[in-house]
């Protein structure tokens, strides 16, 4: 992996700019430099422990701060997960990510985290978690049972950010992110578009996620799901140009890393799921359920493929 140039935000907000032509050209061609520009990584998520969390994200079901509705539920059973992971592998996933509603994984959790990332690797398939902060021996515990990725979002800008979240720092998330980072596990690192943040507030999201040390291998971008009840039910759509120039200058910024087409895909034409891969997206969450909301299903998901002739990516074998 190597490092790249580091970028300013004046450089980045030119290009995000140009005229929406210049600007998938040139994210498209960043994107057949370095991928086959048909191939898509197929990513499957399961809620391992929903609901009732301490932080206030303001986008989220889960937090207990809003009127959500959503019923809490304790951490699954271990050989729950690993069953449900093999399902997601025989619907062609090859990454399964677990995600928990916590501020942090508590120590008497550890076991059996460790548990499901042994379990879920046994099967063949790519393991991600995301459990909120880590500390630097938590990650070096989930480096050694073989975790292969950890998502941490920063979710928007460092201006922005307390806009949203107030339970938690810009600065606590780009701690855990250097604490996985340090512990040798690949970093899967993004954000939220349709906050009501400014098109400024996304170029600095990615610049300064493209400046980190080594940018993330993985980088999912999220179209905001409103969610009834949450601080952000009502915030007005994000206008898909702006989320088609949001995916380009992510490929441009971080030609190397996997840009993944994320939350939001119910709400999204087919059409504009085609932009998106054209200016360079090449990732995205298959299967009926995100964490708690909807995501196109596999029926959906297997025509677009053949509409496009876009194909499945598949796993690079391990040497
Ligand atoms: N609790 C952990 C944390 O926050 O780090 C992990 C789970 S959290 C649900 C993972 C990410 O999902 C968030 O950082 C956010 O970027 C994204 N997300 C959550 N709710 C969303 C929504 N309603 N629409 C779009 N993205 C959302
Ligand atoms: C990410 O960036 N998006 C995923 C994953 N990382 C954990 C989560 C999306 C959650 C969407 C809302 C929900 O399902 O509750
Ligand atoms: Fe909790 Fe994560 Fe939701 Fe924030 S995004 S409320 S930390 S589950």
Redesign the pocket.
Known sequence: MGTVEPCSFSAAKIIYNLPFNDLLFRAHSAHRAHFDPNAVQMSR?L?IKTGGCAEDCGY???SAHYPTGLKASKLMEVDRVVSEAQKAKDGGATRY?M?AAWRSPKDRDMETIIAMVRGVKALGMETCM?LGMLSPAQSAALADAGLDYY?H?IDTSERFYSEIITTRTFADRLETLSNVRDAGIKV?A?GILGMGETADDRISMLVTLANLPYPPESV?I?ML?P?PGSKLADAAPVDPVDFVRTIALARILMPRSHV?L??GRTEMSDEMQALCFFAGANSI?VGE?????ENPGEDHDTTLFRRLGLKPMELEPHA
């Open positions: 998520l809620s989220c079901s889960q990510c995600g995301t998502n979002n899967c993004g999912p999220n799901i969610i993944r994320s939350a969450f359920t995100l964490l708690t909301a």
